[in-house]
């Protein structure tokens, strides 16, 4: 089921926001952005589109790709949750995660059948805090270019609220049960929680989404209607920043869910998808 959509070559013509996400949709293994991609960018914004990011990623971990790109709008990181222009510096959001939430799912986290299998992530003022450096916090790390801040007890880190919590676990069940379980524990009114790869659990404030984040940089900051936005992501947490955007782009690489909801299904990341979705819509 494709979602609900116009004629997308007449919609193409309005675009004058182009958003993107990060891992998976401009940056694949190499953790770069390709030069046909990069080309493809600079070919829109030649044309007057401006291109915002909006990721998964902490905001210094997703600058230099915001840099890469040459974007001088806000920077939308934390799923949203963590707005900032990196030229004025002026955080324009930044919501957060009660204290009380944050220690009842460390709790959860912390049970007996869990503990060993998460590790447990904690973004607290865009630093990152964990309990200890396990092997896929340090692979995290790495692809993130962030130093992790292990603190042992991680409530020792909760002098201040987190921007977002994640639990990884390479065993995709346990990350699919944990989203589950805690769906039926949480309502969205509560918290928002997803997935932006499958071995990444996250959560945030429940008024966060990318949706919400882009529906403010178009509406608010530039005016726009969701008609002048197209957007291109891969996972779920893309999911709101589809179906807000005029124009919802998914990756190939994305599971079938996500596909099913966005107007067009671009190639691979590896196959430079957003650059063929760019140059077939934008240029």
């Known amino acids: 089921m494709q979602k609900a959509s116009t004629d997308n070559q007449a919609a193409a013509k309005d675009i004058k926001l182009l958003v993107l996400d990060i891992d998976g949709t401009i940056a694949g293994h190499s953790n770069t952005i390709s030069e046909p991609v990069k080309q493809a960018i600079f070919a829109a914004q030649a044309q007057g589109i401006q291109v915002a990011i909006a990721t998964g990623r902490m905001y210094r971990s997703a600058l230099r790709f915001h840099q890469d ?53 904690f973004y607290i003022n865009d630093r990152l805090y964990v309990r200890e450096l396990t092997k896929e916090t340090k692979i995290y790390a790495e692809r993130s270019g962030v130093i992790p801040i292990p603190v042992g007890d991680l409530r020792q880190a909760l002098t201040n609220e987190p921007t977002k919590i994640l639990a990884l676990s390479d065993d995709t069940d346990v990350i699919d049960k944990l989203l589950g379980n805690l769906r039926r524990q949480y309502t969205p009114a509560e918290l928002y929680l997803t997935t932006s790869v499958a071995t990444f659990f996250e959560a945030t404030n429940a008024s966060v989404n990318k949706g919400t984040a ?68 934008l240029l």
């Open 69 to 121: 790109i040459g974007s001088t709008l806000p920077l939308m990181a934390y799923q949203g949750a963590w707005i900032q222009d990196p030229i004025t510096q002026k955080i324009h959001r930044h919501w957060v995660v009660s204290r009380e939430i944050a220690h009842q799912l460390l709790d959860y986290f912390e049970k007996p059948e869990l503990r060993s299998l998460l590790s447990v992530h």
């Open 214 to 281: 882009i529906r403010y940089l178009a509406e608010e900051l530039l005016g726009l209607q969701l008609a002048n936005v197209m957007a291109i992501g891969d996972n779920f947490n893309d999911v709101e920043m589809l179906e807000y955007a005029g124009l919802g782009v998914a990756m190939g690489n994305a599971p079938a869910g996500v596909q099913a909801i966005a107007n067009w299904v671009a190639p691979s990341v590896e196959k430079d998808g957003a650059a063929v979705a760019i140059e077939k819509f």
